[in-house]
């Protein structure tokens, strides 16, 4: 897969980051969600234990291309 950097809100590199993929989809470099709660509701919601959420600012999905319709 190859990622290609849209933008990050970081002052000093690392996390939050955007990437899009050669494979038409999205990366998001974040903070991982550890909330107890937080998990519980999107396990509730059908997140499978192979996968994981993390958590971003919303600042950083300026760097979001706008869909084309």
Do not use: F, W
């Not at 590199?13 to 709660?37: F, H, I, N, S, W």
């Not at 998990?39 to 600042?59: F, M, N, Q, S, Y």
């Amino acid at each position: 897969m190859k990622l290609t950097h849209l933008g990050t809100t970081s002052k000093n590199g690392g996390c939050p980051e955007l990437y899009a993929t050669d494979r038409g989809t999205y990366v998001v470099q974040g903070t991982k969600v550890t909330d107890p709660e937080a998990l519980a509701a999107l396990r509730a919601r059908g997140l499978p234990d192979h996968e994981t959420a993390v958590e971003i600012p919303k600042a950083l999905l300026q760097y979001a291309p706008e869909t084309q319709q």
